[in-house]
């Protein structure tokens, strides 16, 4: 089959098959192709959709975005399933397998290293929200005041008790953040949520990710479970276990999307 070559991730050569209904980006499903130590997993894409002024018009359009970025990730989750995937960036593409062999070979070590440490271990994002100060007011507007006088005094109240539950919150999240990390190998603190943009429900308070030995993933989870209602008007939310994301470094989620065109 003609066509560039779409690069989902780099990893080490492995045994285990990938589950045999990942279609792959563009429908054509992932195949790998092993240079030296190395395996990248690829699958053909059409120039028409991906060469750079195609890919560039793409990249405006939210539901190609999304189908793609959906597809893409079914790779990732499938092959963190039998191993430890290095990822790249969203539609990282190549001429043919000559572009991906030779991106291989000049990153050979950096890429060693990097699954090296990333091996046997896996991804948790652990995001904790407190109710928003419009969700106290909303909730608190059935009190129907009886003068103008007790209208400003329900109005202080109502600040002092959102900036009491924010300090709660910020305590909470500090001493949860410790504790996972005691229980992690690493961990990466993210700029919090804009909830206009997630849609999640609250102020986002922590917004965190842990590597975790696969073999540990169990205990950690248990471990997030225990918090989660420890203080009433909080909200603990944990996803995963993903691919390494954001432990990868500079060599997986950050990769020119055009490198290695002609």
């Known amino acids: 089959m003609t066509g560039l070559r779409y690069v989902y991730a780099v990893c080490r050569p492995f045994g285990a098959a990938l589950q045999a209904q990942v279609g792959g980006v563009a429908g054509d499903p992932p195949r790998l192709l092993t240079h030296r130590g190395l395996v990248a997993v690829v699958s053909h894409v059409p120039e028409a959709d991906f060469a750079e002024e195609p890919l560039r018009s ?105 900036e009491e539950m924010w300090q709660r919150a910020e305590e909470f999240a500090t001493r949860l953040h410790q504790a996972l990390s005691g229980r992690a190998d690493d961990a990466r603190l993210h700029a919090p949520q804009n909830p206009a943009l997630s849609g999640a429900a609250g102020r986002n308070v922590l917004n965190a990710a842990y590597l975790v030995p696969r073999d540990h993933s169990e205990e950690f989870v248990e471990l997030v479970d225990r918090t989660k209602d420890d203080v009433p008007g909080i909200r603990v939310e944990l996803t995963g276990p993903w691919a390494a994301y954001s432990f990868a470094g500079e060599n997986g989620g950050t990769e020119d999307s055009r490198e290695g065109r002609s």
């Open 58 to 162: 793409h990249l405006e359009d939210l539901d190609w975005l999304t189908a793609t970025a959906r597809a893409h990730q079914q790779v990732i989750d499938a092959l963190t399933a039998v191993t430890t995937p290095l990822p790249l960036r969203l539609a990282t593409v190549f001429r043919d397998d000559s572009g991906v062999r030779v991106m291989m070979e000049e990153r050979e070590e950096s890429f060693l290293r990097t699954l090296e440490r990333l091996d046997g271990r896996v991804e948790w994002g652990v995001k904790v929200y407190v109710e928003s100060a419009e969700e106290q007011s909303a909730a608190a507007a059935a009190e129907k005041p009886a003068s103008g006088r007790e209208y400003l005094l329900q109005r202080r109240r109502r600040t002092r008790a959102g």
